[in-house]
């Protein structure tokens, strides 16, 4: 059955739900146009690694469904013009899919330096053949050289969890009734659109800011030891980036 579907470039499947023809489009779009968009306006990137056509065919519509109505939110909240708010939208972070190690790492390499997260499977091709521990492999190679960059680890083993967990990586299970929920709170966590949580050096919560009005008035108030915590981290560039201030997200990186 593989060998009759690799004449097709991406085969996806219809899970009753209209928002995979959102993410078909958006998938070739961003496919076609990351590059350039990186490049030029240092446009995120989310790279998901993932074999399983029923799975990426489920997590790419999440996926898009809530960087767009994130994005949508963010704009509303900001007052934008019209100019703005395309600009905004155009900006928003691109998603790219791998479907085995060689692929996620030429993808990574490439993009590293506008890499947002990562969202990979622990079971997939390596060197040609399936392998048990494929992500593990891909999770120490990244975390190797950007400990720092978020890495969602996701199976249908619980096993792994405390694998992630040692490496400073989130998990999710695939089999887990709310996988859905789950998969928008790592996004609404961790790709800057949610409040911005100033935490002090130990990542105890300290206050929060939903805007940027409120971004820069916490930003004289909280303790030194609270913005270098973030700044090592390249938590400010993140959510400064979902607002569409790149220039000075690029600036603070």
């Known amino acids: 059955m593989r060998d009759k579907i690799d004449i097709f470039e991406k085969v996806f499947v219809w899970n009753r739900d209209t928002k995979i023809f959102l993410a078909i489009i958006k998938y070739f779009e961003d496919k076609n146009n990351c590059e350039n968009d990186s ?30 109505e994130q994005t949508q939110r963010l704009i509303t909240l900001d007052n934008l013009d019209g100019v703005k708010k395309i600009l905004r939208m155009r900006a928003r972070p691109k998603v790219l899919l791998a479907v085995n190690y060689e692929e996620a790492v030429e993808l990574y390499e490439k993009f590293k330096q506008t890499m947002l997260c ?33 890495f969602l680890l996701q199976s249908s083993e619980s096993t792994f969890a405390d694998i992630a967990v040692t490496h400073d990586a989130t998990f999710m299970n695939k089999n887990s009734e709310t996988l859905s929920e789950d998969l928008s709170n790592f996004i609404l966590d961790n790709l800057g659109f949610g409040d911005f949580i100033f935490r002090d050096k130990t990542g105890n919560e300290i206050n929060r800011a939903s805007s940027i009005e ?22 400010f560039s993140a959510w400064l980036m979902a607002r569409g201030e790149i220039q000075i997200a690029e600036h603070l990186e």
Do not use: Q
């Open 118 to 150: 990562v969202i990979s499977d622990v079971r997939f091709p390596y060197e040609g053949k399936i392998n048990e521990e494929a992500g593990i492999k891909l999770l120490l190679k990244v975390k190797s050289t950007d400990s720092d960059l978020p």
């Open 214 to 235: 409120e971004f820069k008035y916490l930003l004289k108030k909280v303790p030194a030891e609270s913005v270098i915590y973030h700044g090592l981290r390249n938590h």
């Open 39 to 68: 490049r030029v306006g240092l446009v995120r990137i989310i790279l998901l690694v993932e074999n399983s056509i029923r799975y990426y065919s489920r997590y790419l519509p999440i996926l898009y469904t809530e960087i767009i």
